[in-house]
């Protein structure tokens, strides 16, 4: 098995983006798999546009983007992307792109396609927090998961894809009062105990994710 696993720069000001460190330190070969990591740009549509050159180069059979999420306080695998980019600020290429599809042609919302449950509970399992998440946002980590479900549907079919938000790192929280933040090595660890079980998961696990708000 072959994983693209994607980590955007960073963005919103911040020097330094989680979501590329941590998958720069991922082990090349993990539970048997060819890890292959790409940086994306924190753009709309630009980062559609290098995953999918990414996907016709390496041919994964899954695609696994991270993202920073700022002030959530654990690991979370999103479960579904839905077709709106609604930007509260620029992408960094400046563009604030507000109420429109991402695919006008795309349904309006992909479950992504990886074994979500498995994963939470393998990184648990860990003693790492983690947990489902049923919204990416409305901003390019969106955009990314409901972009690349829409292009593994209509050019690459058979192929899987999802994604995990992570927090900040502590020293990106050093001036933001009662931000949570999680180490550099535990982040590293989390993405490892994804990985490993959407290789080793066939169907995903049958546990409550859910949430009351």
């Given at each position: ?23 720069k330190r991922l082990p090349d070969v ?78 309006a919302a992909y479950f992504v396609t ?100």
């Amino acid at each position: 098995m072959k994983i693209l696993v994607t980590g955007f720069d960073p963005f919103g000001g911040e020097p330094v983006n989680p979501a590329i460190e941590t998958v720069k330190r991922l082990p090349d070969v993990i539970a048997g798999a060819e890890i292959v990591k790409l940086e994306i740009p924190t753009v709309c549509h630009k980062s559609l546009r290098v995953i999918d050159e990414a996907v016709s180069r390496y041919d994964p059979d899954v695609v696994l983007s991270v993202g920073q999420a700022g002030g959530r306080p654990d690991i979370t695998v999103e479960r579904v992307g839905i077709n709106v980019d609604d930007c509260r600020i620029p992408d960094n290429e400046g563009n604030q792109i507000i109420d429109e599809p991402i695919y006008p042609e795309g349904p309006a919302a992909y479950f992504v396609t990886l074994p979500i449950k498995a994963m939470v509970q393998n990184m648990q399992s860990r003693n790492i927090p983690a947990s489902v998440s049923n919204t990416a946002g409305t901003f390019v980590c969106n955009h990314v998961t409901y972009g690349v479900c829409h292009l593994l549907a209509t050019k690459y079919p058979g192929k899987r894809s999802g994604f995990i938000h992570i927090p900040y790192l502590p020293q990106q929280a050093l001036d933001k009062k009662n931000m949570p933040s999680m180490s550099q090595d535990m982040m590293v660890e989390a993405i490892t105990a994804a990985i490993e079980a959407i290789v080793e998961t066939k169907e995903d696990i049958k546990v409550t994710g859910g949430a009351t708000h």
